[in-house]
């Protein structure tokens, strides 16, 4: 009788066991990415968002540079890939309902990483087909990469819409380095004047919103990026090649 409730014992500590070490799996990031190359500007230098293209934004911070394209994006084509800013990641937001959301337009990016929303396999698997395709992240809701190039650090993180929802709505990216980062929401889905507060209440965190358009993205100040005066609500505004220059919080 002791035998079988010592057994008893023993296999429920393997299995919560197993539970912690699985639990703890989860906990950190999906994806880990070491760049190399070090950042050649200063510590305290500030970052900037500014238009690349039709549908394209350039996210530069310390050395590094992050590219972000809607699938709906009139760029997003395999000729108009070839003439893409060189960039150390590739952000691609999903296509609509309607319009072709495949990875094939990407298949001349050679080995640049690239996140996509999951589910992409069948999209994934008529890209290994061709030589050198670029290095696909795709990430579903809550899932994490951590990218870094010399001291500067990126987290990634998909996350999903209004309470209620499950689909992967945009991604959060907080880049900066030891001491202080500036948070840019990248959204999934387009977000009308009159919803920009809501957006706001949703993102506490955020500094920055980045929201998509077929010609050209459009900012929206979160939070701390600025103080709109009493009453007045922030509205987006159409990204510039000039761009926006922000500088990293000590958070």
């Not at 510590?43 to 992050?66: E, N």
């Not at 929303?117 to 994490?144: C, H, N």
């Not at 202080?180 to 977000?191: A, H, I, K, T």
């Not at 358009?213 to 990026?225: G, M």
Request: charged residues 15%; aromatic residues 6%; positive net charge.
């Amino acid at each position: 009788m002791g035998n079988r409730y010592g057994w008893r014992a023993v296999i429920v500590v393997a299995l919560l066991a197993l539970g912690c070490r699985v639990g703890l799996a989860q906990i950190g990031p999906r994806y880990v990415i070491e760049l190399e190359g070090a950042a050649q500007a200063a510590p305290t230098a500030p970052g900037r968002v500014q238009l690349a293209g039709k549908g394209l934004a350039m996210i530069r911070f310390q050395g590094l540079t992050i590219l972000t394209v809607g699938a709906d994006a009139d760029a997003y084509s395999a000729e108009a890939a070839r003439q893409w800013p060189t960039a150390d990641l590739l952000l691609v937001t999903p296509a609509s309902s309607g319009h072709y959301g495949g990875v094939a337009p990407l298949a001349s990016l050679g080995k640049l990483p690239v996140i996509v929303v999951e589910p992409v396999a069948a999209g994934l698997a008529s890209a290994k087909s061709v030589l050198r395709p670029p290095k696909f992240y795709p990430m579903q809701t809550w899932d994490a990469l951590h990218l870094r190039k010399g001291k500067t650090r990126l987290r990634v993180t998909a996350l999903p819409g209004p309470p209620g929802s499950v689909n992967v709505a945009g991604f959060m990216l907080e880049v900066g380095n030891s001491w202080s980062s500036y948070r840019l929401y990248v959204s999934c889905e387009p977000v009308g004047a009159d919803a920009a507060g809501v957006l706001a209440q949703r993102l506490p965190g955020a500094d920055l919103a980045l929201l998509p358009d077929r010609n050209a993205p459009l900012l929206l100040a979160l939070q701390r990026a600025a103080a709109p005066a009493a009453g007045a609500a922030a509205r987006p505004a159409a990204l510039t090649e000039a761009g926006h220059a922000f500088k990293a919080i000590k958070r």
